[in-house]
């Protein structure tokens, strides 16, 4: 049965992400920042908590990982990496390693650019990539630590991926995104489909995402990119815009 990913706000503009394996009833929570909103997510689902997932360092993505394993008792999980300065792993993984929730399995994809040490989660029973803050819809993740070679490289693993994929971003930035996106290639009609929708559902005071893949394949300019070159031009003009 599916894995199904329910987005949580905090913060500011944060998702967390309340993961169900159907079959089992197991969860778990991807990148936990604020406790409380989480806490109070888990308990209104039913209370179970079975393990957290952290896609990089950067504490608008960890700062409430303690409270939350304190609260639940659950095994941590995340970039063997970037162990030195995550929250206590239960488990390290690396790149091609597995993480089993229930009876579903997620595949871990090192994807450097962002960080050095960002890692995604890849449930292909339900499709769903916790993408962090490598691949936003509309966007990508600045290059904090990583190059623009590295975090094309990161993209094009995650553009393999099934075009039904859910991408479950760590942000909600899709209408600043989209804003560069017009800028840069205004006359894409799937582009503009894609804010319509957007602006749509933020007018309605719901979440951008997930995103589907196959819609970002063909809006998002990061994905669009022919080379590393080109995405590294864009890269540099967003960071400019």
Known sequence: ????????????????????????????????????????????????????????????????????????????????????????????????????????????????????????????????????????????????EGTAEEMFASLRKLAALPPETMVCCGHEYTESNARFALAVDPDNAELHRFVGKVEQLRAAGQPSVPSVLADELKANPFLLAPDAAQFARLRAQKDRF
């Not at 888990?42 to 394993?69: F, N, Y």
């Open 1 to 144: 049965m599916p894995v199904t990913a329910t987005p949580i706000p905090i913060l500011k503009d944060n998702y967390a992400w309340l993961l169900r394996e159907s079959a089992t009833g197991a969860t778990a929570i991807v990148d936990p920042a604020d406790a409380q909103p989480v806490i109070e997510a888990i308990e209104k689902a039913g209370g179970r908590l079975d393990m957290i997932l952290l896609t990089h360092h950067h504490a608008d993505h960890t700062a409430g990982t303690e409270e939350v394993r304190a609260r639940f008792g659950c095994p941590v999980v995340g970039a063997a990496a970037d162990q030195h300065r995550l929250p206590r792993l239960d488990d390290a993984v690396r790149e091609g390693d597995t993480v089993t929730l229930g009876n579903a399995t997620a595949r871990v994809i090192e994807t450097p650019g962002h960080t050095r040490g960002q890692i995604n989660f890849f449930f292909g029973d339900g499709a769903v990539l916790l993408s962090g803050d490598t691949l936003f819809s509309l966007g990508c993740g600045r290059l904090i």
